[in-house]
């Protein structure tokens, strides 16, 4: 279900644009819906977060009037939903397979979920493009780099799983703010070479020389470049709908234009958008804010690359 606003032959809209079958010379996005929130560590509610976010998406149309990028030649390929069932690591590994799988030429997109998908998205990535490197950039008020404890699996130690496989000296974490930390937190983020930046940080420097700090960065002999994006790097006041809000946040322009300029600056390998958790939400207002991250993606990619 969506709301169409009015039937008019110049505008498409994204409802209208789903396709069955495409060619390799389409632009293709292609959206797996990951309704997981087995590992939330605090308030439920992100199993409904893919729903929330295509129900919003499909009430836009297809220009991202923002950037003023025409995305009408693109064509969206629906995935489905990763099977989620009673046990974590088969979820995951669900969730690795159903990425792994997904046809080179499509440019993924990865509608959550908690967090913790992206442990098993980024496995399914590498298993997808073998040999290659890749750069990571995370949109987050928090690390996400506790140590795991056994059977207590939640959404904030995704960072931390996933060693064996990152590299952090080509990834960054701008937006990190949340008074949960101790200072070892972000001793050992930097000291690995992970590039964190505060919100204060990035008012007082400047959000566009962060930037470009952080896709030089990340983009650093890398192949591509992985964009997870936790709904709560924004200030509640604009994020209020999450499992975890949080005061000190960026601003909704700032992630948008962001997530924009990266996606039309390096190769993006597939993003994710996390933690929008409708149940919790007013208004559907993040998972509208959520597409119109998606949208400036979309936008990026084609600017970049098929501009
Ligand atoms: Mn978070």
Request: charged share 20%; glycine share 8%; aromatic share 10%.
């Amino acid at each position: 279900m969506h709301t169409k606003v009015v039937d008019d032959p110049t505008i498409c809209w994204v409802a209208d644009s789903w396709v069955d079958q495409t060619t390799p010379d389409d632009a293709v996005f292609s959206f797996l819906r990951i309704p997981f929130d087995y590992a939330v560590s605090h308030r439920p509610g992100t199993r409904f977060g893919p729903e929330g976010i295509r129900t919003a998406f499909n009430g836009f149309s297809l220009y991202c009037t923002d950037k003023r990028v025409s995305l009408d030649h693109v064509r969206l390929v629906d995935l489905g939903r990763v099977d989620v069932v009673h046990s974590l690591p088969e979820t995951y590994a669900n969730i690795t397979e159903a990425v792994a799988g997904i046809p080179p030429e499509q440019h993924p997109v990865f509608l959550g979920g908690d967090h913790s998908i992206a442990d098993p998205i980024f496995r399914g990535l590498l298993r997808r493009n073998p040999g290659r490197r890749f750069g990571l950039i995370v949109f987050d008020a928090h690390f996400d780099a506790r140590p795991p404890i056994p059977r207590k699996e939640h959404s904030g130690h995704w960072m931390k799983t996933l060693e064996d496989v990152i590299d952090y000296s080509v990834t960054a974490q701008p937006g990190i703010s949340a008074p949960i930390y101790s200072e070892y937190y972000m001793r050992s983020a930097e000291e690995q070479g992970v590039l964190v930046r505060t919100p204060y940080e990035i008012r007082r420097r400047g959000w566009w020389e962060t930037l470009e700090e952080a896709i030089s960065h990340v983009s650093r002999d890398t192949d591509g470049v992985y964009i997870s994006v936790d709904i709560d790097c924004l200030d509640q006041a604009f994020a209020p709908g999450t499992s975890v809000p949080n005061g000190s946040g960026l601003l909704t322009h700032e992630v948008a234009d962001a997530v924009f300029e990266i996606s039309g600056a390096v190769p993006v390998v597939g993003i994710d958008i996390n933690e929008v958790s409708p149940p919790l939400d007013r208004l559907d207002q993040i998972s509208q804010l959520a597409a119109h991250l998606l949208l400036n993606h979309m936008a990026g990619v084609v600017a970049g690359k098929w501009a």
